[in-house]
């Protein structure tokens, strides 16, 4: 009796106290910390695993029909589902260990798509008869169907005279040759890009000359003979480029290399088709190091390939790092400007107090409303209007009446605009009153106050906003989905071409690039790391410019500190 | 400021180049300022501007009238594009008239009497014509653009779309027909007699092949026969208003489909017509009425139901229906025109007018049109200005009972594949989703987000914050495209596959919490007390280790509850079913997008409280908690509130999380495990493909409309309460 007493004493103290109310509170704190570094954690660990050029191993295992099977593949992850799931769906009870309540599997990276789909494939455990790595075994990375696995068996070289190369001699050769193939590809890569995309630029900038002629009246025959002589001029370069391209890939197209697969049957793969090829289980720690930072930088630097699913990002990365340049240019001037005119000109009081209030709503407005205003006003109004006065050759396909890289920025820089905005004041209403009246003290007009005084002191809080307002839109996705992102844009915004800046080309984007790959890829499973990868870069990009603006911020800070005293 | 410097002007010691600066400078910021402020007021500017013809009341307007050639009409059309009339005249003269003034363009003599002259169902330009000898033929227009010398020139051609070979038809009372795809189906009546032609494989510019032919006695004397979509079933309408249908499908084997009436007792049809799509039928009684009515089929009967009934206060003698919408208009006896709209339930416009209630009238398939011949030297034009009749405040927002539906219900989707769908604009689903999402975002959010903030701010070491707070608030930059990935790709399988794990969750972390916070507290009092800055750190490895047993004991809670079957014991005993993308993932997700906005306003708030209230409320004797709960956060009260205002907004507004962690379905149903469909990505979704200015447009420019209002109050609302509270510090 006693001791009960006690303890409910005990326990209504302790409540009283409020104790389990703060550690509820803390746990509070411990979740939402362990969320940010988990997501961040993740993120990492599953974008950086991808570049790791894995052993391949042999497996064999017992298929569904109980027929043993023998495949190379890389061990991507192991999970487990209930052994209920399992048998539902219906799966083999031979393979469910007594007494374990899950059933654990591997997703395996299988790779040859073509003779012996589908690439990934989940593997239980207890199917696995062995697992081996042999040493020898290549991954050839190629232009379609994703990567190979196999022995390499023989490779031949040449049409004409055909050399056949086995053994010792073989791997050498086949290194020699993909070297070879590469420089191809790259000749073909600047005769595509170069000549004749310029020649093409002409044909289209003739065919609307053409039009031109042909609509106004009378039609003007010198001036059509004229365009035609160039057509016909320029169409005849194109065929001698065109056949010289033709050789280009019958110079690529010379070998045949042929691999066997784990259970020992030839696959014949044109070499043309091979972009790389490694041998991870030959590789020391070292080795596949440099091949790890190697894949990384082919992450970075190519072009994606297979519906995004292969490949690199660099038109996304570039795209993205455009459009936020574009973006600032655009947002800097006009979000000082105003921010300049509510704390320095404007007449302080209800009416800018209010414009005060309603610019930093802005920011809570949703970004989905900046697109539909952006497609709805900037796309379709102004660019309509554009196109009506400037472009009415092109008509009725739209030149800048389309989503486009201009559009998405100034949309942006609309989104963007208010941060800059209550940024720049904050750096303004921080800097002392004493401070203007000193300058105009000693004559100088209020222009040079401004130009020498409070912009010079307020710039690093400019800058801050100019960071946290680049920061937001490299991460926006939704606006930009309606103004001018694409999944694959055949040409970046930048090329040699006059203009040489095309503001009303469609452009790539990581955000979008990780929604498209994500969510509209035809193979989610090949495509899901490399949008971890994407998704990585993004997150060190945006937080290492939140980063950058804190720390801008924090100086600041103490900078005027120093001023107030 | 601006006294000193106007003194500067005044005492005029500037040179040219300083003063022209600074005036230029002035002029500069003032202008750019404006722009900018501009700017911003032309986004609620232009999104008004594009919603605001959908409030727009419709207009039948004053009429044209056009002299033509004196025939007796048998049919008056419009083409496509809206610049020429056709009429077909009884006495087999098809002529051609330009919209614009009247004159005569082109005429073609076909050289027979026509006594009918109806559309082939579903074409626009194609009639079937019906001469004195019952015989059919069918001719279609086609208007050709060319230029003469730079010039634009329409010229109307007449062809014979399968032949010039007209079709006996034996005697008859009225015939429908229609071309489904390809198959052509002539149906006629004649007494109780019905007979059916079909020709398979039909292709308009070849002749037509051999036909099948079908005789049938039906119950009604049908004065009205009309075919239905794809040729299923036939309507046979009496003047009473008794109504056989017959499934077709086969002429071999015809079976009756229903039998009923369409008209209260003891009153007469005085017009009929089906509308777009042949889903349901217009007909109008002498008693005023004009009632739509649907064919309802369900598992085991088919019946008829009045889907709506219209008014327009007077009978109607004639029901004509818009080629490419819904919409109809109907001419009293007296002439007078009503504008309707099924879908909306609108009377859109009302004009009386002098034609003849039964003189042959058409709507252009543009719907901007109306043209009539009342007499035989006369085609009047009415322009109709009624761009969207498909939008009213019913139709947005309450239950509509479409075509084909057993009941009236909230239906968002927007188009389909076929031309005579109709669309269902309800934003009703997308509210409630917008609601949905934001509900179970934020009550996932605000508690974490509130209790971490104070603790944040009251309790924790002032080491810890200066590294926690930062690191929440990175959070709130972390693209949401990341973390609707990880939601649709990660989390929502994770949870499909563990969801007796991931609910034991909240069972473990609370229990294992209290038991480790009731252990601490039997340590020494000096430990407790010196550690109390640090619990946020202490208990982190107790969260991961709890859910690390909840999802190591996952599976024996799925035994022991749930059956070894989570999701089917939802769906047995609860009747939740269960989408792998779902409320709880977006709920999760978004609330992780939500925390750091209300973590980072709450926490100032609450950090912003005086020091002094809270050393006295310590002096006084209150323990720190009771400070806390008594006298902090009623100080801080109108911050916190406005941080979780602001926390609702971002939620109400997120698209890509919605777009990536739910299944986007217009669901009205509060079910945590299925998902839903909300205003932003809903706009995300529709809006690229939407035609530019049509209702769908503007309904979706209203969507966004909608949304910036209510964030924009929400966020004025909180931002007016924070500054009331920091008056409110001002003063202590």
């Given at each position: 009796?006693?001791?009960?007493?006690?303890?409910?004493?005990?326990?209504?103290?302790?409540?009283?106290?409020?104790?389990?109310?703060?550690?509820?509170?803390?746990?509070?704190?411990?979740?939402?910390?362990?969320?940010?570094?988990?997501?961040?954690?993740?993120?990492?660990?599953?974008?950086?695993?991808?570049?790791?050029?894995?052993?391949?191993?042999?497996?064999?295992?017992?298929?569904?029909?109980?027929?043993?099977?023998?495949?190379?593949?890389?061990?991507?992850?192991?999970?487990?589902?209930?052994?209920?799931?399992?048998?539902?769906?219906?799966?083999?009870?031979?393979?469910?260990?007594?007494?374990?309540?899950?059933?654990?599997?591997?997703?395996?990276?299988?790779?040859?798509?073509?003779?012996?789909?589908?690439?990934?494939?989940?593997?239980?455990?207890?199917?696995?008869?062995?697992?081996?790595?042999?040493?020898?075994?290549?991954?050839?990375?190629?232009?379609?169907?994703?990567n190979a696995y196999g022995v390499p068996k023989t490779l031949t070289v040449g049409r004409e005279n055909p050399q056949t190369i086995?053994?010792?001699?073989?791997?050498?050769?086949?290194?020699?040759?993909?070297?070879?193939?590469?420089?191809?590809?790259?000749?073909?890569?600047?005769?595509?890009?170069?000549?004749?995309?310029?020649?093409?630029?002409?044909?289209?900038?003739?065919?609307?000359?053409?039009?031109?002629?042909?609509?106004?009246?009378?039609?003007?025959?010198?001036?059509?003979?004229?365009?035609?002589?160039?057509?016909?001029?320029?169409?005849?370069?194109?065929?001698?480029?065109?056949?010289?391209?033709?050789?280009?890939?019958?110079?690529?197209?010379?070998?045949?290399?042929?691999?066997?697969?784990?259970?020992?049957?030839?696959?014949?793969?044109?070499?043309?088709?091979?972009?790389?090829?490694?041998?991870?289980?030959?590789?020391?720690?070292?080795?596949?190091?440099?091949?790890?930072?190697?894949?990384?930088?082919?992450?970075?630097?190519?072009?994606?390939?297979?519906?995004?699913?292969?490949?690199?990002?660099?038109?996304?990365?570039?795209?993205?790092?455009?459009?936020?340049?574009?973006?600032?240019?655009?947002?800097?001037?006009?979000?000082?400007?105003?921010?300049?005119?509510?704390?320095?000109?404007?007449?302080?009081?209800?009416?800018?107090?209010?414009?005060?209030?309603?610019?930093?709503?802005?920011?809570?407005?949703?970004?989905?409303?900046?697109?539909?205003?952006?497609?709805?006003?900037?796309?379709?109004?102004?660019?309509?209007?554009?196109?009506?006065?400037?472009?009415?050759?092109?008509?009725?396909?739209?030149?800048?009446?389309?989503?486009?890289?201009?559009?998405?920025?100034?949309?942006?820089?609309?989104?963007?605009?208010?941060?800059?905005?209550?940024?720049?004041?904050?750096?303004?209403?921080?800097?002392?009153?004493?401070?203007?009246?000193?300058?105009?003290?000693?004559?100088?007009?209020?222009?040079?106050?401004?130009?020498?005084?409070?912009?010079?002191?307020?710039?690093?809080?400019?800058?801050?906003?100019?960071?946290?307002?680049?920061?937001?839109?490299?991460?926006?996705?939704?606006?930009?989905?309606?103004?001018?992102?694409?999944?694959?844009?055949?040409?970046?915004?930048?090329?040699?071409?006059?203009?040489?800046?095309?503001?009303?080309?469609?452009?790539?984007?990581?955000?979008?690039?990780?929604?498209?790959?994500?969510?509209?890829?035809?193979?989610?499973?090949?495509?899901?790391?490399?949008?971890?990868?994407?998704?990585?870069?993004?997150?060190?990009?945006?937080?290492?410019?939140?980063?950058?603006?804190?720390?801008?911020?924090?100086?600041?800070?103490?900078?005027?500190?120093?001023?107030?005293? | 400021?601006?006294?000193?410097?106007?003194?500067?002007?005044?005492?005029?010691?500037?040179?040219?180049?300083?003063?022209?600066?600074n005036v230029l400078t002035r002029y500069t910021v003032g202008v750019g300022g404006a722009a900018v402020i501009g700017a911003i007021t032309l986004i609620f500017a232009y999104l008004l501007w594009v919603v605001a013809p959908i409030?727009?009341?419709?207009?039948?307007?004053?009429?044209?009238?056009?002299?033509?050639?004196?025939?007796?009409?048998?049919?008056?059309?419009?083409?496509?594009?809206?610049?020429?009339?056709?009429?077909?005249?009884?006495?087999?003269?098809?002529?051609?008239?330009?919209?614009?003034?009247?004159?005569?363009?082109?005429?073609?003599?076909?050289?027979?009497?026509?006594?009918?002259?109806?559309?082939?169902?579903?074409?626009?330009?194609?009639?079937?014509?019906?001469?004195?000898?019952?015989?059919?033929?069918?001719?279609?227009?086609?208007?050709?653009?060319?230029?003469?010398?730079?010039?634009?020139?329409?010229?109307?051609?007449?062809?014979?779309?399968?032949?010039?070979?007209?079709?006996?038809?034996?005697?008859?009372?009225?015939?429908?027909?229609?071309?489904?795809?390809?198959?052509?189906?002539?149906?006629?009546?004649?007494?109780?007699?019905?007979?059916?032609?079909?020709?398979?494989?039909?292709?308009?510019?070849?002749?037509?092949?051999?036909?099948?032919?079908?005789?049938?006695?039906?119950?009604?004397?049908?004065?009205?026969?009309?075919?239905?979509?794809?040729?299923?079933?036939?309507?046979?309408?009496?003047?009473?208003?008794?109504?056989?249908?017959?499934?077709?499908?086969?002429?071999?084997?015809?079976?009756?489909?229903?039998?009923?009436?369409?008209?209260?007792?003891?009153?007469?049809?005085?017009?009929?017509?089906?509308?777009?799509?042949?889903?349901?039928?217009?007909?109008?009684?002498?008693?005023?009425?004009?009632?739509?009515?649907?064919?309802?089929?369900?598992?085991?009967?088919?019946?008829?139901?009045?889907?709506?009934?219209?008014?327009?206060?007077?009978?109607?003698?004639?029901?004509?229906?818009?080629?490419?919408?819904?919409?109809?208009?109907?001419?009293?006896?007296?002439?007078?025109?009503?504008?309707?709209?099924?879908?909306?339930?609108?009377?859109?416009?009302?004009?009386?007018?002098?034609?003849?209630?039964?003189?042959?009238?058409?709507?252009?398939?543009?719907?901007?049109?109306?043209?009539?011949?009342?007499?035989?030297?006369?085609?009047?034009?009415?322009?109709?200005?009624?761009?969207?009749?498909?939008?009213?405040?019913?139709?947005?927002?309450?239950?509509?009972?479409?075509?084909?539906?057993?009941?009236?219900?909230?239906?968002?989707?927007?188009?389909?594949?076929?031309?005579?769908?109709?669309?269902?604009?309800?934003?009703?689903?997308?509210?409630?989703?917008?609601?949905?999402?934001?509900?179970?975002?934020?009550?996932?959010?605000?508690?974490?987000?509130?209790?971490?903030?104070?603790?944040?701010?009251?309790?924790?070491?002032?080491?810890?914050?200066?590294?926690?707070?930062?690191?929440?608030?990175?959070?709130?930059?972390?693209?949401?495209?990341?973390?609707?990935?990880?939601?649709?790709?990660?989390?929502?399988?994770?949870?499909?596959?563990?969801?007796?794990?991931?609910?034991?969750?909240?069972?473990?972390?609370?229990?294992?919490?209290?038991?480790?916070?009731?252990?601490?507290?039997?340590?020494?009092?000096?430990?407790?007390?010196?550690?109390?800055?640090?619990?946020?750190?202490?208990?982190?490895?107790?969260?991961?280790?709890?859910?690390?047993?909840?999802?190591?004991?996952?599976?024996?809670?799925?035994?022991?509850?749930?059956?070894?079957?989570?999701?089917?014991?939802?769906?047995?005993?609860?009747?939740?079913?269960?989408?792998?993308?779902?409320?709880?993932?977006?709920?999760?997700?978004?609330?992780?997008?939500?925390?750091?906005?209300?973590?980072?306003?709450?926490?100032?708030?609450?950090?912003?409280?005086?020091?002094?209230?809270?050393?006295?409320?310590?002096?006084?004797?209150?323990?720190?908690?009771?400070?806390?709960?008594?006298?902090?956060?009623?100080?801080?009260?109108?911050?916190?509130?406005?941080?979780?205002?602001?926390?609702?907004?971002?939620?109400?507004?997120?698209?890509?999380?919605?777009?990536?962690?739910?299944?986007?379905?217009?669901?009205?149903?509060?079910?945590?495990?299925?998902?839903?469909?909300?205003?932003?990505?809903?706009?995300?979704?529709?809006?690229?493909?939407?035609?530019?200015?049509?209702?769908?447009?503007?309904?979706?420019?209203?969507?966004?409309?909608?949304?910036?209002?209510?964030?924009?109050?929400?966020?004025?609302?909180?931002?007016?309460?924070?500054?009331?509270?920091?008056?409110?510090?001002?003063?202590?």
């Amino acid at each position: 009796m006693m001791s009960a007493n006690k303890s409910t004493g005990f326990f209504r103290g302790w409540f009283a106290s409020g104790e389990p109310w703060i550690w509820m509170n803390a746990a509070a704190v411990g979740v939402s910390v362990s969320a940010v570094v988990g997501i961040v954690l993740l993120i990492a660990v599953k974008g950086l695993a991808h570049f790791w050029p894995a052993d391949v191993a042999k497996i064999s295992f017992e298929d569904k029909n109980g027929q043993q099977q023998l495949v190379f593949g890389e061990l991507i992850e192991l999970d487990d589902l209930p052994v209920k799931q399992f048998l539902e769906s219906g799966g083999n009870p031979n393979w469910v260990t007594e007494g374990d309540p899950r059933m654990q599997r591997w997703l395996v990276k299988t790779g040859n798509r073509k003779t012996n789909p589908p690439d990934f494939r989940w593997i239980y455990v207890n199917q696995i008869n062995n697992t081996e790595t042999p040493g020898g075994v290549i991954v050839l990375e190629r232009v379609e169907w994703g990567n190979a696995y196999g022995v390499p068996k023989t490779l031949t070289v040449g049409r004409e005279n055909p050399q056949t190369i086995t053994g010792e001699a073989l791997m050498p050769t086949l290194l020699e040759r993909l070297a070879r193939g590469d420089t191809i590809r790259e000749e073909i890569h600047s005769l595509e890009g170069g000549a004749m995309n310029a020649i093409n630029v002409g044909l289209e900038r003739l065919r609307l000359q053409m039009r031109q002629i042909n609509r106004t009246l009378p039609v003007d025959e010198a001036a059509l003979a004229e365009a035609l002589t160039e057509r016909s001029q320029l169409n005849a370069q194109y065929n001698d480029l065109e056949k010289q391209l033709r050789e280009f890939y019958r110079q690529l197209d010379q070998d045949q290399l042929i691999i066997l697969d784990a259970q020992g049957s030839e696959i014949s793969l044109r070499l043309a088709d091979v972009l790389r090829i490694w041998q991870p289980n030959n590789m020391n720690a070292l080795e596949k190091i440099a091949e790890y930072v190697g894949n990384l930088w082919l992450f970075l630097s190519e072009d994606p390939r297979e519906a995004n699913t292969e490949g690199g990002v660099f038109p996304a990365i570039f795209g993205t790092v455009l459009m936020v340049l574009l973006m600032s240019v655009m947002v800097t001037p006009f979000g000082v400007i105003a921010a300049v005119y509510l704390r320095e000109y404007a007449k302080q009081g209800p009416l800018v107090r209010s414009i005060r209030i309603a610019v930093n709503n802005l920011a809570g407005v949703p970004s989905i409303v900046y697109g539909v205003f952006g497609l709805g006003f900037f796309v379709y109004f102004l660019g309509g209007n554009i196109d009506q006065l400037f472009f009415t050759d092109a008509l009725p396909s739209p030149t800048f009446g389309t989503p486009g890289l201009i559009w998405a920025s100034l949309t942006l820089a609309l989104l963007t605009v208010p941060v800059v905005i209550v940024s720049t004041e904050e750096g303004l209403t921080r800097i002392p009153r004493n401070l203007r009246e000193g300058s105009m003290a000693l004559g100088a007009t209020q222009a040079e106050t401004l130009f020498k005084v409070i912009l010079p002191m307020a710039s690093p809080a400019i800058l801050t906003g100019v960071i946290l307002a680049v920061a937001r839109a490299a991460g926006e996705v939704a606006p930009l989905m309606l103004v001018g992102v694409v999944k694959l844009a055949p040409t970046l915004p930048v090329d040699g071409t006059f203009p040489y800046l095309h503001l009303d080309r469609k452009f790539m984007h990581l955000g979008f690039h990780i929604y498209d790959v994500g969510f509209q890829s035809p193979n989610v499973e090949a495509a899901r790391p490399l949008v971890y990868a994407t998704s990585l870069l993004l997150v060190i990009l945006i937080v290492g410019l939140n980063l950058t603006a804190i720390r801008l911020r924090g100086r600041l800070e103490r900078l005027y500190r120093g001023v107030e005293s | 400021l601006s006294l000193i410097m106007q003194n500067q002007i005044h005492v005029g010691r500037l040179s040219p180049r300083r003063h022209w600066t600074n005036v230029l400078t002035r002029y500069t910021v003032g202008v750019g300022g404006a722009a900018v402020i501009g700017a911003i007021t032309l986004i609620f500017a232009y999104l008004l501007w594009v919603v605001a013809p959908i409030l727009l009341p419709a207009e039948i307007e004053t009429p044209t009238d056009y002299r033509i050639v004196e025939r007796p009409t048998a049919l008056v059309d419009v083409s496509e594009n809206g610049e020429a009339m056709v009429r077909i005249s009884e006495t087999g003269i098809v002529e051609f008239f330009s919209v614009a003034d009247g004159s005569g363009i082109a005429a073609f003599d076909l050289g027979r009497t026509i006594v009918k002259a109806k559309r082939l169902s579903p074409l626009v330009d194609t009639y079937a014509l019906l001469d004195d000898n019952n015989n059919l033929l069918f001719v279609k227009t086609d208007y050709i653009i060319d230029f003469d010398n730079g010039q634009r020139r329409l010229s109307p051609k007449l062809s014979f779309p399968f032949s010039n070979r007209s079709i006996p038809l034996g005697p008859l009372d009225n015939f429908d027909a229609q071309l489904a795809d390809d198959d052509l189906v002539i149906a006629t009546v004649s007494g109780t007699q019905v007979s059916l032609t079909r020709f398979k494989n039909v292709e308009i510019g070849y002749r037509l092949g051999g036909s099948a032919q079908v005789t049938l006695a039906s119950t009604v004397q049908a004065q009205e026969v009309f075919l239905v979509p794809r040729n299923q079933w036939i309507y046979l309408l009496s003047k009473s208003g008794e109504i056989d249908v017959l499934g077709i499908k086969s002429l071999q084997r015809v079976s009756r489909i229903y039998q009923g009436s369409l008209a209260p007792a003891g009153s007469t049809i005085t017009a009929v017509t089906p509308l777009l799509g042949r889903y349901s039928l217009l007909t109008a009684n002498d008693q005023g009425d004009i009632v739509q009515w649907g064919a309802l089929v369900t598992a085991n009967e088919t019946r008829f139901v009045a889907l709506r009934t219209f008014d327009v206060g007077q009978p109607v003698a004639q029901l004509i229906t818009e080629p490419r919408r819904k919409g109809f208009l109907s001419v009293a006896n007296d002439g007078e025109l009503s504008l309707l709209y099924p879908t909306s339930g609108r009377l859109l416009d009302q004009r009386p007018s002098s034609l003849p209630a039964s003189a042959p009238m058409a709507i252009s398939p543009r719907s901007n049109l109306l043209i009539a011949a009342p007499q035989d030297g006369l085609i009047t034009a009415h322009g109709l200005d009624n761009k969207h009749p498909e939008i009213s405040w019913s139709a947005l927002w309450a239950e509509v009972w479409y075509e084909g539906y057993e009941e009236p219900i909230f239906s968002w989707q927007s188009s389909s594949a076929d031309n005579d769908f109709e669309p269902k604009f309800s934003l009703t689903p997308l509210a409630f989703g917008t609601m949905k999402a934001a509900f179970y975002a934020l009550l996932f959010a605000v508690p974490i987000a509130l209790m971490g903030a104070i603790y944040t701010a009251y309790f924790m070491a002032p080491a810890m914050r200066a590294l926690v707070k930062p690191g929440i608030e990175i959070m709130a930059a972390l693209p949401t495209v990341i973390l609707g990935f990880l939601g649709g790709l990660w989390l929502a399988p994770i949870i499909e596959a563990n969801l007796s794990s991931v609910l034991s969750v909240f069972v473990f972390l609370p229990v294992l919490l209290f038991a480790f916070a009731l252990a601490w507290s039997l340590l020494p009092e000096k430990i407790v007390h010196s550690t109390s800055g640090w619990y946020g750190l202490i208990v982190t490895p107790l969260i991961i280790g709890s859910v690390y047993l909840a999802f190591q004991f996952g599976p024996f809670f799925e035994n022991t509850f749930f059956g070894g079957n989570s999701r089917a014991w939802f769906l047995e005993v609860l009747g939740l079913s269960y989408d792998q993308r779902n409320a709880l993932v977006v709920g999760i997700i978004m609330g992780l997008a939500v925390i750091p906005t209300i973590f980072s306003i709450a926490e100032d708030a609450v950090y912003a409280v005086p020091t002094h209230l809270v050393r006295g409320s310590l002096a006084l004797g209150a323990t720190p908690w009771q400070t806390l709960v008594k006298v902090v956060l009623l100080t801080a009260s109108p911050g916190i509130f406005s941080a979780v205002m602001i926390g609702m907004g971002r939620a109400v507004g997120e698209t890509m999380i919605v777009l990536m962690a739910t299944g986007n379905t217009p669901l009205m149903d509060f079910n945590i495990f299925e998902g839903m469909r909300t205003f932003a990505a809903n706009i995300a979704v529709e809006l690229p493909e939407s035609e530019v200015d049509s209702s769908h447009y503007r309904i979706l420019f209203l969507a966004a409309l909608v949304l910036f209002l209510f964030t924009f109050v929400l966020n004025t609302v909180a931002e007016v309460v924070r500054q009331r509270l920091r008056r409110r510090y001002g003063s202590l």
